[in-house]
DNA sequence: ATAGGGTTAG
């Protein structure tokens, strides 16, 4: 076209754009973007938005929001686009943010795909209180009984731990697309119920096709239940009977199973015939199976893999580095820890947070920020009496530095978890459930405890780390402290 | 004639 002499408009560049979205095409993006800025169309709405959708596909969230700084005269899925951006690329907090400054100086007029960009990422992060709050907001201005809302809503209300709710909007859809089967399934199985998946996907079967994302949702149900042969049968039959071919998600699913089984060799074969390449995911998998059943040398495989996936991320190094503190092998311990040093790497800081009459509190470990930081504190050390009285013994095998026994204890002892738990205990009546969640994995010695804490209190404690959801009720946990 | 949205992840 430009060889023909002609000029694009504001018409050619959403076109271009979009491909380069599908393709996740960034230079080719960015050089279009150039060509925007030099025709002098960059603050056009509908170009603007195909930018930024490129910018969202390819990860360049800063990007993205330049585009969007840029255009002053801005309409609802201009919005909805930098919204979505922000949601796709884990960073649920800002599209609420960004939600609130539209509400405020546009005078809010969501459509259907704002509600649902800001569902899901109340979703993403379990914020509930805000999740609640866009509820409200959908139920009154009728926006609840649109389907694609209501499935937002499923997943969103799934993902905070409040399936019966989640189950009662699903049973109210008009009608039931596999996107909204594929979101209660999925809930139910992060849950750890798998009946209750398993029984949903036969009643699925009769009403909707399976896709790939469904069956991803029930060896995931499968997986967290432990159920070894009924996970290899759904795994075969969705090959041979769905014609679906198995993506990395679906062997990582049958990895762990193998993995959490201690069939640890097995694990590693599949990996290496599997028809797919394997990703971090499914390395991290190993790796963690190899802390579960104590297994060096594998978990040094697994970690040379991941090094070369994702040389950045702390947190395989410290799972290697808990392999070798187990074993007693301290000189492993250290130089892991000199590893990480050279290349500037720190562990995440860890963060909990509760919803608290509709308010998040959030905690990082042994932080005296809050406002009631001196209850909070007092309860823990009530608690810990009681718990000792009842047998506790704390576990400081998985504290990463090696330091001294006392600052290993108080290091354990303030993890945000348990101020978040704590929070939640002296501030709501006696019986009501407690929901937590925290950004990395929950540590063996605070599980233990929540377990004390779930038996001593009487109450139900529900904690979303990283990688699933934990009920604590009456001593036990739903992961069979196995996660 | 052009742009945005729901389900999967150690």
Redesign the pocket.
């Known amino acids: 076209m430009l060889d023909h002499g002609l000029g694009p408009?504001?018409?050619t560049f959403?076109?271009v754009l979009?491909a380069c979205?599908s393709l996740s095409a960034l230079q080719e993006g960015k050089d279009i973007h150039e060509h925007v800025i030099r025709t002098g169309w960059e603050s056009d709405?509908?170009?603007g938005?195909?930018l930024i959708?490129v910018y969202a596909k390819c990860g360049c969230v800063g990007d993205a929001r330049q585009v969007f700084d840029k255009i002053l005269v801005r309409?609802?899925?201009?919005w909805?686009?930098m919204l979505?951006a922000y949601s796709?690329n884990g960073h649920p907090d800002e599209a609420l943010s960004l939600c609130r400054e539209m509400a405020w100086t546009t005078g809010f007029r969501p459509?259907?795909?704002?509600l649902?960009?800001v569902i899901?990422a109340s979703?993403d992060i379990a914020a509930l209180p805000q999740g609640r709050e866009v509820h409200g907001f959908c139920w009154r201005h009728g926006f609840e009984t649109?389907?694609?809302v209501k499935?937002?809503l499923v997943?969103m209300y799934a993902k905070s731990g409040f399936l019966k709710v989640a189950r009662r909007l699903f049973e109210r859809l008009k009608d039931k697309?596999?996107?909204?089967w594929?979101?209660m399934i999925?809930g139910y199985a992060?849950h750890g119920h798998a009946s209750e998946a398993l029984a949903l996907f036969e009643e699925m079967k009769k009403e909707a096709l399976p896709?790939?994302?469904t069956f991803?949702?029930v060896l995931?149900a499968c997986r967290h239940g432990r159920l070894m042969d009924e996970g290899w049968k759904f795994f075969e039959s969705m090959v041979r009977d769905h014609l679906i071919e198995p993506?990395v998600?679906h062997y990582?699913c049958m990895i762990?199973l193998l993995g959490h089984a201690g069939r640890l060799d097995e694990a590693y074969d599949l990996i290496v015939r599997m028809s797919v390449r394997p990703d971090?995911?499914v390395?991290?998998?190993l790796?963690?199976s190899c802390k579960l059943h104590k297994n060096v040398e594998l978990g040094e495989q697994a970690l040379e893999r991941?090094i070369e996936l994702?040389p950045d991320?702390a947190?395989?190094y410290v799972i290697l580095s808990n392999i070798y503190a187990q074993a007693g092998k301290w000189e492993g311990v250290a130089k892991l820890r000199k590893f990480m040093q050279e290349r500037g790497l720190k562990k995440s800081i860890a963060c909990s947070w509760i919803g608290v009459k509709n308010k998040d509190h959030a905690f990082l470990a042994g932080d005296v920020f809050h406002p009631q930081s001196d209850e909070i504190y007092a309860e823990l050390k009530r608690l810990g009496g009681l718990m000792t009285e009842a047998g506790y013994v704390p576990d400081t095998g998985q504290v990463f530095h090696d330091v001294d026994k006392d600052e290993k204890m108080s290091m354990v002892h303030g993890h945000s978890e348990r101020l978040a738990i704590a929070f939640g205990l002296i501030s709501t009546p006696s019986g009501t459930r407690l929901r937590v969640t925290k950004n990395l994995r929950v540590c063996d010695d605070c599980h233990v405890v929540i377990k004390f804490i779930s038996k001593i209190t009487e109450r139900e404690i529900i904690v979303r780390d990283v990688?699933r959801y934990h009920h604590f009720k009456d001593g036990t946990c739903s992961c069979g402290d196995y996660w």
Do not use: C
């Open positions: 408009d504001n018409f959403p076109f979009k979205s709405v509908f170009v938005a195909s959708d309409d609802v899925v201009l909805n686009s979505a796709q459509t259907v795909a704002t649902v960009t899901s979703a649109q389907d694609k499935t937002a997943d697309r596999v996107v909204s594929n979101a999925a992060m896709d790939h994302i991803v949702g995931s993506t998600q990582t762990d971090s995911g390395w991290g998998s790796l963690n991941l994702e991320d947190g395989n990688n």
